[in-house]
């Protein structure tokens, strides 16, 4: 996609008018056992973090996850899944629910947020169904961005039983972005850190201090 494309598709701010960010904020937070949406970090929630990285790069956000009375206090929409229980339905109630034939999605878990990994991610898009990240430990689909055209698959999985996102992996043209391109682009380890036991958060309050 060349660079003057991309400007037509962004707003004056900057902000990306034809992707949607999506946070799912639909988890139950077992390991953590309390809701990791709402841990500070460095004295804000998880979840603002995330939603103000996503504010900075996207003109419309949806929340997504069958907990909407725990975030009536933003002004974001928040939408229930079409399919609970995983991962895989809220990506699917994303992309099911946005007006644009793109969508950003991130869990709501993830302390260090990068706009600059969410602009290099959304810049990669063209001729791709998804674009994923990766770090030495394997790809991150829950900070990604995924085409409409993934929704027949993604229903046929669900509808199935199936709920794991990476055994769809091989029926979508896929960009991975490798750890090296991370690095290239000046994007620290820190951008897909996610929080799911204690040992976890004690240990990006220490790396926030």
Do not use: W
Not at 20 to 31: D, E, M, Q
Not at 34 to 50: N, S, T, Y
Not at 90 to 109: A, E, M, Q, T
Request: net charge negative; aromatic share 8%; hydrophobic share 35%.
């Amino acid at each position: 996609m060349t660079g003057a494309l991309l400007s037509r598709q962004t707003t004056v701010s900057g902000r990306y008018s034809d992707i949607t960010g999506v946070i799912l904020v639909g988890g139950r937070s077992h390991r953590m056992g309390q809701d990791k949406a709402f841990l500070p970090i460095g004295g804000v929630p998880v979840v603002e973090r995330v939603l103000t990285a996503l504010q900075g790069c996207f003109d419309h956000l949806l929340l997504v996850g069958d907990r909407g009375e725990r975030f009536e206090g933003y002004t974001v929409p928040v939408l229930p899944d079409i399919y609970p229980g995983s991962s895989l339905g809220g990506l699917y109630s994303g992309l099911y629910y946005s007006k644009n034939g793109h969508i950003f999605v991130s869990s709501c878990d993830l302390p260090f947020p990068n706009q600059n990994l969410i602009r290099l991610i959304c810049s990669s898009r063209e001729g791709y169904d998804a674009v994923i990240p990766a770090t030495a430990e394997g790809e991150e689909p829950l900070f990604a961005l995924y085409s409409t055209s993934c929704l027949p698959a993604m229903r046929a999985a669900l509808e199935g039983g199936n709920y794991r996102i990476r055994s769809l992996f091989d029926q979508f043209r896929i960009r991975i972005l490798a750890p090296k391109e991370l690095a290239d682009a000046d994007i620290d380890g820190n951008a897909l850190i996610n929080l799911n036991t204690p040992q976890d958060y004690q240990q990006c309050i220490r790396g926030a201090a």
